[in-house]
């Protein structure tokens, strides 16, 4: 197959560099590589873009979708600003520009960097990418400081807040109660402590048209605007009434460090012990009572005991039922 000699402009930003480094953004990376192939006469120029994705990862779609092209022999020329702008990993990046890129034909420029491997004088490249990697080692650990110091001044730093609150609009570490959405809570706890399975509490809920937490924001803000959401904006999950359940956060005190990365290199959240938990006494407006907390614990932990105990027969394992379809 032919190529179509298309030059790649290639584009990433992070969350992290947005916060750090106006001068990285997504249009001005744009405006440089095109003035950059408006100079060099590179022609037929495609955009692929990565607006929020980690330089320590290439699961991006932009850059996935670049790799199809590449298969597919579209690819002439791949264009970035920088080196850290295809990625932070050395031995990652290393391969694409050292082996993959040229084995497919495919020259690579890294405008800011001089580096471009038609003219083979790349020599300071793979220091580059390992300070590049350092760097971005370096600000993960100051990000993870940061959020630990915010969280033992009792800052909220999720992304959300909680169902039942919102973030406080003059201080986005606080949380303040979101009426409706706290009347819930209260009645879901009171319902489960009254003796309602989870399973009752979610009948209840769709009986009564209460939105779905994800259902509400796609109604409030558009976002989650998925064909199950809107088909079914009653049908709440086990799995949401039993973390509202289990949500220490209702009592007023802010739980933080619950999850931490494996590295920084990978983003997949792991649940931490108890012990590393930061525990934050009265940081916000408590929606229900420690002992109305405390008692819904209590009717958890005694279910999950029932269903854990089994009865065990006195000739289990002994006799066995000839026809057990017919038992």
Known sequence: MKKSNITALYCRLSRED????????????????????????????????????????????????????????????????????????????????????????VRF???????????????????????????????????????????????????????????????RNHLVIEPKQAKEVKEIFELYIAGLTIFRIIKYLKENHVLTPRALTNKETGKYNLPFTIRYPYDWSYKT??????????????????????SYKNKNLLLNTKEKWIVSKSTHEAIISEETYQKAQAVMLSRYRKKATKNIHLFMGIIRCENVEEH
């Open 18 to 105: 947005d916060r750090l480094d106006t001068s990285s953004s997504i249009e001005i990376q744009k405006q440089l590589l095109q003035r950059y192939a408006g100079e060099q006469n590179l022609s037929n120029i495609r955009y692929y873009l990565d607006d929020g994705y980690s330089e320590t990862n290439f699961d991006r779609p932009a850059f996935k979708q670049l790799l199809t092209d590449i298969d597919n022999t579209l690819i002439e020329n791949i264009v970035v600003k920088d080196l850290s702008r295809l990625g932070r990993d050395y031995l990652a990046t290393g391969y694409y520009i050292e082996h993959f890129f040229p084995i497919n034909n």
């Open 109 to 171: 420029i890294a405008v800011n960097d001089q580096v471009d491997t038609q003219n083979r004088q790349n020599d300071l490249m793979p220091f580059k990418n390992i300070m590049n990697e350092w760097y971005a080692r370096d600000i993960s650990e100051k990000i993870r400081i940061a959020y630990k110091t915010k969280a033992i001044n009792g800052d909220f730093t999720g992304p959300t807040a909680p169902y039942g609150y919102a973030k406080d609009p003059e201080n």
């Open 241 to 262: 009434i039993q973390a509202i359940l289990s949500n220490e956060e209702y009592t007023g005190n802010l739980i933080s460090n619950k999850h931490s990365t494996i």
